[in-house]
Structures are given as C-alpha cells and as structure tokens.
C-alpha cells in the first residue's frame, strides 16, 4: 500500500510526540514551563544547559538537550522587565525523528510587597519536524537474496522537515524570605496557544496545547540546612505526567564568595520511575545530576535503565555595596 511504512513510522512518531520535551530537573528549566519564570531568580542574568539520555538499552533512545538564558533588562521602581531565550533540541530512532524547538520569551513582574513577586510572561518560538529519509529502508529495496539500497523505494515523500510557529503564556508568583533562605516558587504556563500544525508533505501533526503547572520551595529549618519540596504537573492531549519530591540542602560553606551547598532529592514520577538527584552549589554555578530508575512496564524493556540527565546553570549575581566610612582628615 502506497505510504505503508511511512504511516507506521508517522504512527509511531505521533505516539512518541504526544508529549513536548520534558526533564526530571523539571525545577531547574523553569521556562519551559512558562514563560511568566524568565528573570524570576536571585541574580541579573542566568544561563542554563539542560542534558537528558533516555532509554539508552533500547533501540528508541532519546537524547535532549536545552539551552536557556534569561536577563533582567530593565527595572522601574516595582516593576521589572525580563527577556529570555531557548533552544530545545531531541533526537530518536533509527532515522534521527527529531524536535527542534528555538524561541524567546519577556517577562513582566510587579513587586507585589518587599518578600513577593507576580509575574507575567508571553513566548514566541518556531518548531521543526525533521527526520533522515536516507537512514529507513524499505521491502522494495529487498533483492531476493539481499538488501540493495539503490532500489528504489516506490515511496513517495514530499518533505522531510519543516516549521511550524507556536505562542505561549504564563503566569508565575514568587516568594522569597528577607530574612531567611525560605523561597517559594509556583506557576503555570500554557504552550502551543494556537495549536499549530507541522506539515510533512500530505502528513500533519497537529501539535496540542500544553498545560503546566509547578511549585518548589525551600524551607530553611536550621542555619546549616533546609528543607526542599518541588512538584510539576503536564497535560497535552491524552497524555499527562506528574512529579513531585522532597529533599534536604544542607550548607558547607556561606558568605561572600564563599558560598557552597549540597542537596539531595527523590523525585516519582507517578506510574513511571523514581528519581534520585544530587545538586552541588559553588557562588555563582549549580550542577544537578539525576537518574530515572524506570518502574513502570516499560521496565521490562529497560531493566531499570531509564536514563540520566545532568543540568549546569550559571548566574550573575551582583556583590552587595560595600558601605563607605570617612575617612579622618590629615593632620
């Protein structure tokens, strides 16, 4: 049948994509979430890298990998603006079915009191849909006694790739303690507001909007370490995914220019895997790595193996004026 292996490829790529990119530090790549968290952080200017290997013991492993950098351009009063900018890209399969996913995003927030912040944010990106025609093959290509790949396939393709644009909106409320290390941050965000269609020749796919809602906070519980708690939900067409955890960061080190700390989490994402992580802080830099331990059927497939991400995150933050004293006159 003309297009058979096309649509059970298609078919399959559908299934697979039913969900955009998503991480296991979902708390460390906030603006994927919503676009209401760009510039919502202690610092100016942050830069973040995002690393996921999935499912690397079967045939469909995914590899992700997300750039991120936000920028508090301007400040009036209680009012702050913020822009920001992202690069998402994922890979799968043996023909390279790939998402590429590259957008910015401005973020609007009022200082609602000296401890809380209410933001509001808008994003525009463009998507693409690519695979390698040159890496599938076909029964026509089969010659008998062998495979032959300058057969001709009798398959008939019109685009291997192409783009598509997408808008998103978002809101998000943050808290942070004057005193204390206590911080709460929640929000959420909807994707794909205009529920935008990729084309590949007489093939759409026409992607869902996605909707997301998170929370993380950090009780400070003794001078020396706090408490963490983090939670995400996503919901895009049928599919939908929920986390949540808890850990304990424990401070080795603090003052200026001197400031490390150490957390450790589990993480379950429910019917799926459990999640254990490890973040290490030093002054400006944050290393998070994590590991799905796969639980769910699926584990038949992965022995367990789900995969391992690893997040680096940077961020300028300005020293504190130093008070001035004057000086005695000389005598």
Sequence with gaps: MRYSCFLIFWFVAACLGAQDLHYSQYYLNPMSLSPAATGMFHGDLRVACLYRSQWPSVPVGYETFSGAVDWKALERGRNRLAVGLMLQNDQAGDAGLSWVQLGGSIGVAHALSAEQTLGLGFGVSLVQRHFDLQALTFKNQWGGDSFNAALPTKETFYDASNFAPSFSTGLNWRYQSVEKRTQVNAGGGIAHLNRTVVNLGDFAYLLPRRISFYGNAVWQLHYLYDLVLMSEWQSMADAEELLFGAGIRYILSSGLANHTAIQFAVNYRLK????????????????????????????????????????????KIPVPALKTVKSCPPF
């Excluded at 992580?277 to 400006?284: D, G, H, L, W, Y």
């Excluded at 769910?296 to 997040?311: D, L, V």
């Design 272 to 315: 799926d895997a459990i999640i254990p992580s490890i973040q290490i802080e030093r002054n400006n830099w944050l290393v998070g790595i994590s590991y799905d331990w796969n639980v769910s059927s699926f584990n038949t497939a992965t022995n367990g193996r789900g995969g391992m991400e690893i997040a680096v995150i940077w961020r």
